[in-house]
């Protein structure tokens, strides 16, 4: 592994976004300076397929000593970020995708994952690995690909084989199950009050098979798993990160939480603390999804904060190793 500053190890545990269609100047410092992992890029960084290609072209010209992550959310359904804004076609919903044989879905994700390269992305949000449990669920709905385990793992598998054929990273989502809630983490605080039984039985599932096939990352959902007896968001719980996923599940990819700019941590917690107590929780990889004035001055509070505790210390070069490794293996600077 290459040998990492502390500082340079703190900027690999962070997916930022940003605003307008240019990457900014201080998060281009801030780049080729090792001090960010990667990019997430949205509808408003998106005005036609010239604009994004010259934009993910600028990031991977920086030739910086450690691959920058570029993301995306390309679900398909409600949540797609290339559509007709760079002359595609609309993607179908997770649940329409849920009709297909397993062999057409493995052929749509490759599909989807060569457009999704096409355009210079190397790590896609997806698949959804919830179970569409509750019809009241604001947030997840049509984002499943069914209403059992069994229905969701038929094509959530399919979808990670095709992307991992064309080398594009996968993330399942939302560990540990945002599927039968009642309320969109983005607004307020969702409550999960099942047992540890029904959600190893259920919710735990497709996780499971994502596991077994190999997937590279999870991401965490910010939601209280009430029921077994935790008090903190999931995506701060040692309890759901190390105990239940690392350790029952057997995950030992890397661990990305939600955006924390989502009102489930930002209305509890200030962003150091979180990603503080994230990072005890056992998350590698965090997302900032918008905000410059939380992703710059905390990175450099992170180092701060590990230069005073040797434990976190011990954590932020585990994390930033286990993500240089993933990098290591899909991507290089030299990406085309």
């Given at each position: 592994?290459?040998?990492?500053?502390?500082?340079?190890?703190?900027?690999?545990?962070?997916?930022?976004?940003?605003?307008?269609?240019?990457?900014?100047?201080?998060?281009?410092?801030?780049?080729?300076?090792?001090?960010?992992?990667?990019?997430?890029?949205?509808?408003?960084?998106?005005?036609?397929?010239?604009?994004?290609?010259?934009?993910?072209?600028?990031?991977?010209?920086?030739?910086?000593?450690?691959?920058?992550?570029?993301?995306?959310?390309?679900?398909?359904?409600?949540?797609?970020?290339?559509?007709?804004?760079?002359?595609?076609?609309?993607?179908?919903?997770?649940?329409?995708?849920?009709?297909?044989?397993?062999?057409?879905?493995?052929?749509?994700?490759?599909?989807?994952?060569?457009?999704?390269?096409?355009?210079?992305?190397?790590?896609?949000?997806?698949?959804?690995?919830?179970?569409?449990?509750?019809?009241?669920?604001?947030?997840?709905?049509?984002?499943?690909?069914?209403?059992?385990?069994?229905?969701?793992?038929?094509?959530?598998?399919?979808?990670?084989?095709?992307?991992?054929?064309?080398?594009?990273?996968?993330?399942?989502?939302?560990?540990?199950?945002?599927?039968?809630?009642?309320?969109?983490?983005?607004?307020?605080?969702?409550?999960?009050?099942?047992t540890l039984d029904r959600?190893?039985?259920?919710?735990?599932?497709?996780?499971?098979?994502?596991?077994?096939?190999?997937?590279?990352?999870?991401?965490?959902?910010?939601?209280?798993?009430?029921?077994?007896?935790?008090?903190?968001?999931?995506?701060?719980?040692?309890?759901?990160?190390?105990?239940?996923?690392?350790?029952?599940?057997?995950?030992?990819?890397?661990?990305?939480?939600?955006?924390?700019?989502?009102?489930?941590?930002?209305?509890?917690?200030?962003?150091?603390?979180?990603?503080?107590?994230?990072?005890?929780?056992?998350?590698?990889?965090?997302l900032i999804c918008k905000?410059?004035?939380?992703?710059?001055?905390?990175?450099?509070?992170?180092?701060?904060?590990?230069?005073?505790?040797?434990?976190?210390?011990?954590?932020?070069?585990?994390?930033?190793?286990?993500?240089?490794?993933?990098?290591?293996?899909?991507?290089?600077?030299?990406?085309?």
């Amino acid at each position: 592994m290459t040998s990492l500053t502390l500082k340079q190890a703190v900027g690999q545990l962070f997916i930022v976004g940003f605003e307008g269609t240019r990457l900014p100047i201080p998060l281009t410092g801030a780049l080729m300076k090792d001090e960010v992992g990667g990019v997430i890029l949205f509808r408003r960084n998106i005005t036609d397929a010239a604009q994004l290609l010259a934009l993910t072209q600028s990031i991977r010209d920086l030739k910086l000593k450690f691959s920058p992550w570029i993301a995306v959310d390309q679900e398909g359904g409600k949540v797609q970020r290339l559509a007709e804004n760079v002359g595609l076609s609309k993607r179908p919903s997770a649940a329409e995708i849920g009709r297909l044989s397993a062999d057409e879905t493995f052929a749509y994700a490759r599909d989807l994952a060569k457009e999704v390269r096409h355009f210079g992305f190397n790590l896609n949000f997806a698949p959804v690995l919830d179970i569409h449990t509750n019809p009241d669920n604001p947030i997840i709905g049509d984002r499943a690909y069914g209403t059992t385990p069994q229905a969701v793992i038929a094509h959530a598998i399919p979808m990670i084989n095709g992307f991992l054929a064309e080398g594009l990273v996968p993330c399942g989502k939302h560990f540990p199950g945002h599927g039968d809630t009642d309320t969109d983490s983005h607004l307020d605080t969702p409550v999960v009050r099942h047992t540890l039984d029904r959600l190893r039985n259920i919710e735990f599932k497709p996780f499971e098979a994502a596991i077994e096939a190999k997937i590279p990352m999870i991401m965490t959902a910010h939601i209280v798993m009430q029921g077994i007896g935790e008090r903190f968001p999931s995506t701060l719980s040692p309890l759901v990160v190390t105990d239940l996923l690392r350790k029952s599940l057997g995950f030992e990819g890397v661990i990305v939480s939600d955006d924390l700019e989502m009102n489930a941590i930002i209305d509890n917690y200030s962003c150091l603390k979180a990603v503080l107590l994230g990072l005890r929780a056992g998350v590698d990889l965090f997302l900032i999804c918008k905000s410059q004035y939380l992703w710059a001055p905390l990175c450099k509070q992170v180092v701060e904060e590990a230069k005073k505790d040797r434990e976190l210390e011990r954590r932020i070069f585990e994390s930033a190793e286990r993500i240089l490794a993933l990098k290591n293996t899909f991507l290089s600077t030299t990406e085309a």
